[in-house]
């Protein structure tokens, strides 16, 4: 999945979509895997990096991968490839 | 490096424009502890869901009531409506405080004096009694509050029979300017069906009217919708006093004030909106002591409040189950306490509040109960912060009615704990087995026996 290149994040988890002129906000979680997954990230190496750094489980961060993953798609603050 | 604490991700679109008035989010604060005891041993020792009965807030809130009423006042009597909350812990703590009973039923009436209520000091209410219940009140000596002329003609039958004269009141029903107008019960006072039932008691004289009754709905928004029935009650006792030199001993203006609930489709929270029960007395009092009755001929007032006294003292404690995104995109949770143990959850928007510290992000949410049956809806739409399975929250404002109306639909119903007033916990109810679900069920011979 890549994140569309031209959407801006600030520090705090301010999001804006220049091409639809939306925004939203993230909790700090949702902005680190963001970041993440804009940078490239494949989603082993976003569950590696979330398990790192946090206190949680494989099968939580997973589990809620693939649920923001889909809110992204459904906002669609992602490219189609 | 310590690790942070994780939250599930969250991305929540921000919407500038649309009507929102008073915000999304609205709970700012876990509630972590009831009464000093925390919420996760209190799920640790009894389960989930749970419960919770705080005996302070009772207490307080009767002791609040009362003083309203008596410096308003001068004789004012609370009977506790046993059918808003009929656990014997309950009724108990509404008596030793001096509330009399108010019953509507045949178990709710033994409940009472199994608890050990005086049967003078039990009012019966309801349009179901029978011939054993009213024979049963007569030999106890119980007021009983006639709801149809066929009861009225029954009990002077009975009365006649056993030779004795039972004390008696008359519901009444009227307009007090309000919708809906509830006229199923008792008497109308416009039409005059309430003045004629009173002239046939007096006529007989086979029984001893000794009071008036209305109740003129529930969750009553407008106070003065109470000072227009205590008028109308007052009138009618001083048309009786005027007519047949009798003097009424009691109005009893019934229950129906408000809790700090809040209403599906109200604008604004309950506890905004509702208001204090210093209002519902003002207007009260101010009614009966302009009505003309002689200084030392004033009836007395009795109260049959329920829901405004017990409802905030009322706690459901649960846990998520589960987390799930349904097809439009919008965030469901399913927790363990559904519609069968929250009956209601159909007409109030409860407030709930997670029992865990959380961060500052919330998302929109339908919360959903356990029961496999679609009308399992707890909250249509709440903000709340992420909750993974396995965390707590809070419900409030359960202690009305959703202890008396819950059902072994699907799930057992829970433990009933107590916190009583040095914080110790008292378990008052157990939670239910199998065995209590069966009671009472007889399986014919001929169907034990089958092969699959």
Redesign the interface.
């Given at each position: 999945m890549a994140i569309k290149k031209n959407i801006a994040i600030s520090d705090s988890g301010f999001?804006f979509n220049p091409s639809t002129g939306?925004?939203?906000?993230?909790?700090?979680?949702?902005q680190?895997?963001?970041k993440l997954l804009k940078e490239g990230k494949n989603d082993e190496e976003v569950i590696e990096q979330?398990l790192?750094?946090?206190?949680?489980d494989r099968d939580?961060?997973e589990k809620?991968?693939y649920?923001?993953k889909?809110?992204?798609e459904?906002?669609k603050l992602t490219d189609d490839e | 490096m310590d690790k942070k604490q994780y939250e599930r991700p969250i991305i929540k679109p921000l919407n500038t424009g649309l009507m929102n008035k008073f915000g999304t989010r609205t709970e700012y604060t876990a509630l972590t502890h009831i009464e000093g005891v925390s919420v996760k041993s209190l799920l640790a020792d009894y389960g989930s869901p749970l419960f919770v009965l705080s005996e302070r807030k009772i207490r307080e809130n009767y002791r609040n009531a009362k003083r309203i009423f008596e410096t308003r006042y001068p004789k004012v009597q609370f009977a506790w409506s046993y059918k808003t909350n009929y656990l014997n812990a309950v009724c108990n703590t509404f008596h030793q405080e001096g509330s009399w009973a108010e019953v509507v039923s045949r178990f709710e009436y033994e409940k009472a004096i199994k608890n050990g209520v005086d049967g003078d000091k039990i009012l019966f209410n309801g349009p179901d009694k029978t011939d054993s219940d009213l024979t049963l009140c007569i030999e106890n000596n119980s007021p009983i509050h006639i709801d149809h002329l066929d009861e009225l003609y029954r009990l002077t039958e009975i009365a006649t029979k056993m030779d004795k004269k039972p004390r008696v009141a008359i519901r009444v029903n009227m307009d007090t300017g309000v919708y809906p107008m509830w006229d199923r019960f008792g008497f109308n006072y416009e039409n005059g069906q309430a003045w004629d039932a009173i002239n046939k008691i007096m006529a007989t004289g086979k029984l001893d009217l000794v009071g008036l009754h209305c109740h003129i709905g529930t969750f009553m928004l407008t106070p003065s919708a109470y000072g227009v029935a205590a008028s109308k009650l007052s009138d009618l006792a001083m048309s009786i006093k005027n007519k047949y030199d009798k003097s009424i001993t009691y109005l009893d203006l019934g229950g129906g004030f408000a809790s700090k609930n809040t209403l599906k489709g109200s604008l604004l929270p309950g506890s905004d909106s509702v208001p204090e029960i210093y209002e519902y007395a003002e207007a009260i009092t101010t009614a009966i002591l302009n009505a003309g009755f002689q200084p030392d001929d004033l009836p007395y007032l009795y109260l049959e409040t329920g829901r405004a006294l017990v409802d905030d003292a009322g706690f459901l404690l649960g846990s998520v189950i589960s987390n799930k995104r349904l097809s439009d995109g919008r965030r469901a949770t399913i927790m363990d306490f559904g519609v069968n143990i929250m009956f209601t959850s159909f007409w109030y928007d409860h407030k709930i509040s997670p029992a865990q510290e959380f961060g500052q992000h919330t998302e929109d949410t339908i919360l959903y109960g356990p029961l496999c049956m679609n009308i399992d809806v707890v909250r249509e739409n709440i903000t709340l912060p992420p909750l993974k399975p396995g965390e707590q929250v809070v419900v409030h404002h359960m202690g009305a009615y959703n202890i008396s109306q819950s059902m072994q639909f699907i799930s057992l119903r829970p433990a009933i704990v107590m916190i009583d007033t040095d914080k110790k916990v008292h378990l008052i109810k157990s939670a239910e087995t199998l065995d209590v679900l069966e009671k009472g069920e007889l399986l014919p011979e001929y169907l034990k026996e089958f092969s699959l």
């Open positions: 999001l939306d925004s939203y906000s993230l909790n700090p979680v949702g680190e895997i963001l979330i790192e750094n946090y206190l949680t939580a961060v809620d991968l649920d923001f889909n809110m992204l459904n906002y | -």
